[in-house]
C-alpha cells in the first residue's frame, strides 16, 4: 500500500532563507508526483507537478525534484517571504491502485 | 478560464440530517474526485468518478455516497449526520482518469454538524 510521508511537520525560518521539504512514497509505481500549497481554511494550490518520467520542475523561486527509484522529492524554496506561510503538500498518483496519495503535509512559517 | 467551482461555501447542519455538495469540474475535465480534510486525520479519500463512473472508492461508510452527471459535475451526499462528519469537503478535477496533468482543486465546503 503507497504510503506518503513529509518530513518535517513544521518549519520556521527567517524570511530571505532558502529552504527544502521532504517527501518520500514507499511505492515507486507513480504515474506523477504533485506538489500543493494550502492557506488555512481554503482549497490546495497546485505548485508544480513532476511526471514519472521527469527529473525536476521549476517555477519561480520553487524547484522540485523526484527521484523515483528512491521514492524522494524535495521542494526547494529560494528567498523565502513571509507570504510563502503555509501548509505545503505533496501527493503521488499511485499506479496499482490509480487513487492519489497525500502526505501530511509541512507546515512552514516564515517571519520577517 | 473558470476553476472548480463548489458550493456550497459554508453550511451547519444537526445531527442526523442529510446534505449534498456539489463541485463543477474544469470544463473539459471528466475525473472528479473526493477529499475529506479534518485537523486529526489529514486529507482522506473519498471516491473518484470518470465519465459518470464511479472508478474508486475510499474506506468511508456507506452514509457516504456520490455520483457524476454527463456535463462531469459530481454530488456527494452524507446521510444521518454525525459529529465527526464536521470537514472541510474538497473536490478536485482531473482530465484523465489517471490524471496525466495533475489535480485542480476546489476551495471546498466547510461542513459544520452540530
Known amino acids: 500500500k503507497q504510503e506518503v510521508t513529509q518530513i518535517p511537520a513544521a518549519l520556521s525560518v527567517p524570511e530571505g532563507e532558502n529552504l527544502v521539504l521532504n517527501c518520500s512514497f514507499t511505492d515507486s509505481a507513480i504515474y506523477n508526483l504533485q506538489w500543493f500549497r494550502q492557506d488555512p481554511g481554503k482549497g490546495l494550490t497546485s505548485l508544480l507537478l513532476?511526471?514519472?518520467?521527469?527529473r525536476e520542475q521549476t517555477s519561480g523561486r520553487l524547484n522540485a525534484s523526484l527521484d523515483k527509484s528512491s521514492g524522494r522529492s524535495t521542494l526547494y524554496i529560494a528567498a523565502s517571504q513571509p507570504g510563502d506561510s503555509a501548509t505545503y503538500l505533496c501527493a503521488v498518483r499511485d499506479y496499482n491502485n490509480n487513487d492519489m496519495r497525500f502526505g501530511a503535509g509541512t507546515r512552514l512559517t516564515v517571519k520577517p | 478560464k473558470a476553476g472548480v467551482t463548489q458550493t456550497p461555501r459554508y453550511l451547519i447542519k444537526t445531527r442526523g440530517q442529510q446534505v449534498t455538495l456539489s463541485c463543477s469540474p474544469i470544463s473539459g475535465h471528466r475525473s472528479v474526485s473526493w477529499y475529506q480534510q479534518t485537523p486529526g486525520q489529514g486529507l482522506q479519500f473519498l471516491f473518484e468518478?470518470?465519465?459518470?463512473?464511479?472508478?474508486n472508492k475510499g474506506n468511508f461508510p456507506g452514509r457516504f455516497s456520490g455520483r457524476q452527471f454527463s456535463n462531469s459535475r459530481s454530488e456527494m451526499n452524507v446521510s444521518t449526520l454525525e459529529l465527526g462528519d464536521s470537514a472541510l469537503y474538497l473536490c478536485?478535477?482531473?482530465?484523465?482518469?489517471?490524471?496525466?496533468?495533475?489535480?485542480?482543486f476546489g476551495s471546498g465546503t466547510r461542513l459544520t454538524v452540530v
Open positions: 513532476i511526471q514519472s518520467s521527469q
Open positions: 478536485a478535477s482531473s482530465w484523465t482518469s489517471t490524471a496525466d496533468y495533475g489535480y485542480t
Open positions: 468518478y470518470f465519465s459518470e463512473t464511479q472508478r
